[in-house]
């Protein structure tokens, strides 16, 4: 198999190939390798491989698997693989070793699925940009010196680039659906507790972060909801494992009532301005879903843009303190010895002077935007809005400035974080972090499902995602309602692939 054969498949057809015995497994496993060996070095999108492994493992399947010895990446966050490196994008953690398998992993490698090497992520995960002082920058396919976005940059050039066809990722705050969007893939995050965490952790974010994949199409996704999904022994969600996410994309879903809308009600006071190419974007996808019979409406829901920036700002501070308390204690190093990014300390220094009831009061809030979004969905089976207000930026456009970084470190000086959150810290870190992507963070509070759709690309050659958001517990439908825009087209399937796809030697996979 050449490399522009593997790259015209996803997962879905890779496995049936080599069920059908077209491909062995260690053909394809081979190709994918040598590919990532020949090409990651202009992308980034890999920190580590394990290749080695990964044959081993490989040659261990057993012999009818779903996803049958096709490759995947894992995320260098949570996806922990026992007594492997996983770094969290952190110096800090360049040697910390995960002490068992997680959850997740044991259950990709239980339907098939083979894991080759860990992606880019930015430090803790913590930005909607994946540039982490520790490593190198990955690089959207689509368009040399643009960002992938964050923090599922590095999956999504690998995605992208065609070095793996899923690849799996973390949303805590559209961390899956932003990368998407800017790399004209399919992002889909699941409802919350669909995904253990297990067993290292029970909720990230207050149950904020969940995990799936990146991917070129709509069955792959569903394929792999169907085989990573329900809750694990002690999780702290009652969600058992179901089925039917493949069965529900082989149908068209009944006409729909569909709200569109530009987002204004999460984005006022942001600062937030709508590329054109975003508008027309959403718009586009209006006029598709009225032409396949479902109802649109233009509709917001009456949601507080700036309570819920500064809600889910507010544990993000408190959670970043815990996360670096627990680096030291970890790895040995004292709190302020920590190789941390000057950005990620400051902001630690900030969540150290949360009053404990400040954090409590953020979470109580989700509550509303929950139910103002329980009753929207009583009128609108699906919610249609942009994922980000601009394509892709480009690489630095949105990293802190060196003048930034040495300001932040004046949080050292006794007494300043407090001062700084009196002094408005908080709005100015909403205004910083979610100015361009403001639309993403509701569904990760409220614990909706949500998907990025690669339906539009600008004119210089970026794409640009939709976002749709259903009820909790609405994954078939999204599913259902993917599949029949994938099916009507266009679709950033293969034959639309990044025209800056950068193609490894082909001598170099003869020789693999």
């Not at 702290?236 to 009600?265: D, Y």
């Not at 407090?418 to 993403?440: E, I, M, N, Q, V």
């Amino acid at each position: 198999m050449r490399f522009d054969e593997y790259q015209q498949y996803d997962a879905t057809g890779l496995a049936q190939l080599i069920q059908q015995g077209e491909v062995s497994r260690e053909e394809v496993l081979t190709v994918c390798c040598a590919a990532i060996e020949a090409v990651d070095a202009a992308t980034s999108g890999v920190v580590r491989t394990r290749f080695d492994q990964a044959r081993r493992e490989s040659a261990a399947l057993a012999q009818r698997t779903p996803f049958a010895g096709v490759p995947t990446l894992t995320k260098d966050l949570l996806m922990a693989i026992g007594g492997e490196p996983l770094s969290f994008g952190s110096a800090a953690l360049s040697n910390w070793k995960a002490p068992c398998d997680s959850t997740l992993v044991k259950r990709l490698r239980r339907a098939g699925l083979v894991i080759v090497g860990q992606t880019a992520t930015p430090e803790l995960g913590l930005m909607g940009i994946t540039e982490p002082h520790a490593y190198a920058h990955p690089v959207n396919p689509w368009k040399p010196g643009y960002s992938p976005g964050g923090s599922s940059g590095g999956a999504a050039t690998a995605v992208a680039a065609g070095f793996v066809p899923i690849a799996m990722g973390g949303d805590g705050g559209g961390s899956l659906r932003i990368p998407a969007a800017y790399c004209g893939l399919f992002g889909f995050k699941p409802s919350r507790g669909r995904v253990p965490l297990g067993p290292l952790h029970a909720q990230v974010w207050q149950g904020a972060v969940i995990e799936h994949g990146l991917t070129r199409s709509v069955r792959d996704s569903a394929m792999l909801l169907d085989h990573i999904n329900g809750m694990d022994s002690g999780g702290p969600f009652p969600m058992p494992q179901e089925s039917g996410f493949t069965e529900a994309i082989n149908r068209p879903p009944p006409p729909l009532r569909i709200a569109l809308s530009l987002g204004n009600s999460l984005s006022q006071g942001l600062g937030t301005r709508l590329d054109p190419d975003v508008i027309e974007a959403v718009e586009r996808t209006g006029r598709r879903l009225e032409a396949l019979g479902h109802t649109v409406e233009w509709c917001d829901p009456e949601l507080d843009g700036d309570a819920l920036a500064d809600s889910y700002l507010t544990l993000y501070l408190g959670h970043l303190a815990a996360d670096l308390r627990w680096i030291a204690e970890e790895t040995g190093v004292s709190l302020k010895h920590l190789a941390v990014e000057p950005a990620t300390r400051a902001i630690g220094r900030l969540g150290s002077r949360l009053a404990a009831h400040e954090y409590e009061r953020a979470k109580r809030y989700w509550n509303v935007p929950g139910r103002t979004m329980g009753d929207f969905h009583q009128r609108f089976d699906a919610w249609v809005l942009p994922v980000t207000a601009a394509p892709a930026p480009k690489l630095g456009e949105l990293a802190p400035t060196t003048m930034q970084e040495q300001m932040m470190k004046l949080l050292a000086l006794p007494g300043m974080p407090a001062l700084a959150l009196k002094a408005g810290a908080l709005k100015h870190l909403a205004r910083d972090a979610l100015s361009r992507t403001p639309f993403t963070q509701l569904a990760n509070l409220t614990g909706q499902p949500a998907m990025s759709l690669p339906l539009h690309v600008t004119p210089d050659g970026l794409p640009v995602g939709v976002q749709v958001v259903g009820a909790v517990g609405a994954e078939r439908l999204l599913l259902a309602l993917a599949a029949q825009l994938e099916a009507q087209g266009p679709w950033l399937t293969p034959e639309f692939a990044p025209p800056q796809r950068l193609q490894p030697d082909e001598t170099c996979l003869d020789n693999a």
